[in-house]
Nanobody, 117 residues
Framework: QVQPVESGGGLVQAGGSLTLSCAAS????????MGWYRQAPGKQRELVAS???????RYADSVKGRFTISRDNAKNTVYLQMTSLNAEDTAVYYC???????????WGQGTQVTVSS
């Protein structure tokens, strides 16, 4: 099964920025809606940003105005630009399809984002 490969996480100070990348060989361009999810310790995985094939985006209220999702269908890659990070953004971030079971791939390993206050 194809799994997305997430990268770009790390340790950053509060107020800092990171850009995450997600690649899934040959698959992302065929998925109508891609999303970035995150799972903080002791919490359920939540969808924080999504983007349609045409580029329409949606954001969770907690990240609206701070995170920007984008996709490059030619490169089968999805990005998440994160700014003004705070401790509540600390989580493992995953990318995957969303809004339809048909969009969902096997889950990857995710990338850890840790924000120090």
């Amino acid at each position: 099964q194809v799994q997305p490969v997430e990268s770009g996480g790390g340790l950053v100070q509060a107020g800092g920025s990171l850009t995450l990348s997600c690649a899934a060989s040959g698959r992302i361009s065929g998925i109508s809606a891609m999303g970035w999810y995150r799972q903080a310790p002791g919490k359920q995985r939540e969808l924080v940003a999504s983007i349609s094939f045409s580029g329409s985006t949606r954001y969770a209220d907690s990240v609206k105005g701070r995170f920007t999702i984008s996709r490059d269908n030619a490169k089968n890659t999805v990005y998440l630009q994160m700014t003004s990070l705070n401790a509540e953004d600390t989580a493992v971030y995953y990318c995957n399809g969303c809004y339809s079971r048909a969009n969902v791939l096997a889950w990857g390993q995710g990338t850890q984002v840790t924000v120090s206050s």
